[in-house]
């Protein structure tokens, strides 16, 4: 397999991982589980939101709210999913 689209998927893979841990760390902030005032957890907050927010709100632009659930995770995984098996696809 060239480098090149190795490392592209592994870069991939780690963005689907922080909006993994930015989705679980937000569920546990609006349930009260987590304080958002340490100053861990505000830190480690403000820096997912900072790596997640740009694509997410790009979407959320043009995606509306599901009842009051925001489906733009959602999409970013299949695009995300898409284009790696796109890539896979037509690279082999």
Do not use: C, H
């Not at 930015?22 to 987590?34: A, E, G, K, P, R």
């Not at 830190?43 to 733009?72: A, C, H, M, W």
């Amino acid at each position: 397999m060239n480098p090149f689209l190795e490392l592209f998927f592994n870069v991939l893979d780690l963005y689907k991982l922080i909006l993994i841990i930015w989705i679980i760390l937000s569920w546990l902030i609006s349930f009260n589980i987590v304080n958002r005032y340490q100053p861990f957890v505000s830190k480690l907050y403000n820096f997912l939101e900072q790596l997640t927010n740009p694509v997410l709100k790009y979407l959320r632009k043009y995606v509306p709210l599901i009842g009051s659930i925001d489906v733009t995770p959602i999409i970013v995984f299949i695009a995300l999913n898409f284009l790696k098996n796109l890539l896979i696809y037509y690279a082999f």
